[in-house]
Structure formats: C-alpha cells, structure tokens
C-alpha cells in the first residue's frame, strides 16, 4: 500500500493506493468554527479646520461563525470634542441599534445591538467637533454576550488633526489668493 496526503485549512485528503492497483480516497473534514469574532475598524478625514463637524466612520464586523449577541460598542468622545450626532446602517431588523444613550457627564456613546450574525457588518457614525486646533483621538470598543476569539481587534483608533480656525478661514483663503 501507498499513501498520499494533501492538507488544507479546511480538509485532509488521504489517497491511498492498494497492492491490486486501486485507489480510494479519504476526505476528512478539520476546519474549526470559529466562534464570535467581532472586529471594528475606526476612520475619518486626517484634517479638519476647527469649529467644523468631524465624522467618525466606525464599522463593525463579525468575522466569526457564530452570531453575536447584544453586543455594546462604546465610543468615549475625545478630550475637547463637543457632540454632535450619529447615525447607522441597518442590516436586517436584529442587526439594527436598538439603544443609543449619549451621557454628557461621562462624554460617552455607547450603542447597543441585538445581534450581530456571521460575516455581517455594521456602520455607526459619530459626529463631533472641536473649537480648537488639537488632535482629537477617537477610540471605539466593542464586546458581546459570547467570547471573542480575537480580542485584540475589538479595539480601534483613529486620529484626525485640527487645524486653523473657520473664523479665519475666509481671511486665509483672501490671502492665498491675492496677487
């Protein structure tokens, strides 16, 4: 007997070959479920002139083979940032944001989720803005009901720099284009 074996993520192939000449082939199924796997990513413009709003794109993905269930995103609002709004996309009816509680006090957004099924996304968007030049630093976390396989990229992080004032902005622009 012969023996002849190929492996892929999701199956092992054993092909083996008899005294007589025949051959049979085996199909193992390996692959692992990979449970709940939520992701988000975190992004916006990298400048904008202050006193205008800044909005932060934050997407939310469940990479796993399980469905999340109500999943909490919070989104404290960066030192000097002052609310503004936000919005999101709706998926299907379990997938929409059923809470979203903005807490002064703490500068906080957070959103809550029913459920977050295998390979869907989400996209919430936060509006802020900001009277003075600075860096605002957005952070965006995300948990769920069930655990995480990768925990780490439940965290994201986008930085937008602020710049200039829009009370000057009209002179700025004079200047730029006078002779």
């Known amino acids: 007997m012969y023996f002849y074996t190929t492996r892929?993520?999701?199956c092992l192939s054993l092909l083996v070959f008899t005294a007589v000449g025949m051959a049979v082939l085996f199909n193992i199924a390996t692959a692992k479920s990979r449970g709940v796997d939520l992701v988000i990513t975190n992004s916006a413009p990298q400048t904008v002139l202050a006193g205008l709003p800044v909005t932060f794109t934050i997407t939310l993905r469940n990479d796993g083979d399980i469905t999340a269930s109500n999943v909490v995103l919070?989104?404290?609002?960066?030192?000097?940032?002052?609310?503004?709004?936000?919005s999101s996309s709706c998926i299907s009816f379990t997938t929409c944001i059923t809470t979203l509680q903005y807490s002064p006090d703490l500068k906080l957004l957070t959103f809550t989720i029913n459920s977050v099924g295998p390979k869907t996304n989400v996209t919430l968007h936060s509006t802020m803005t900001t009277t003075l030049p600075m860096s605002l630093t957005n952070v965006a976390y995300v948990i769920s009901d069930a655990p995480d396989d990768m925990p780490a990229d439940n965290v994201a992080t986008d930085t937008v720099s602020v710049t200039g004032h829009l009370l000057y902005a009209p002179m700025m622009l004079q200047a730029a284009v006078a002779p």
């Not at 919070?74 to 936000?86: S, Y």
């Open 8 to 10: 892929t993520r999701a």
């Open 74 to 86: 919070t989104d404290p609002l960066p030192t000097g940032a002052m609310f503004g709004k936000t």
